[in-house]
């Protein structure tokens, strides 16, 4: 399976700090590394996947499964807060 861009990149970060450790350059500074890297982000892109709206009865699941007290009460609140704030988004549009 190949790395995502970001894991190449903080491979390449870890590269460059340990360069510039022992007081020398980073090759990951050169102008064929930044070019790879624009063509591996291009390649394989850095946008994050959609994940499916979560369903009535999904909803209802996540509120079933909160603790009961305090803690419970605040996460029911935040789930169903959330849910109704999604749920009107398609409104603020039109």
Same mark, same amino acid.
């Not at 399976?1 to 491979?11: D, E, L, T, V």
């Not at 994940?51 to 029911?76: Q, S, Y």
């Given at each position: 399976?190949?790395?995502?861009? $970001? ?31 624009? +063509? ?9 996947? @959609? ?17 009961? +007290?305090?803690? $419970? ?10 849910? @109704? ?8 549009? $039109?």
């Amino acid at each position: 399976m190949a790395m995502k861009p $970001g894991s190449i990149q903080r491979r390449l970060n870890a590269i460059a700090k340990a360069h510039k450790a022992v007081g020398l350059e980073s090759p990951t500074h050169t102008a064929i590394v930044a070019n790879t890297m624009k +063509g591996i982000r291009r390649t394989l892109g850095t946008a994050p996947v @959609q994940k499916a709206a979560a369903l009535t009865d999904d909803i209802r699941a996540m509120v079933e499964a909160t603790d009961t +007290g305090t803690i $419970g009460f605040r996460d029911r609140a935040l789930i169903l807060l959330d849910s @109704q704030e999604l749920s009107n988004v398609p409104n603020l549009w $039109g």
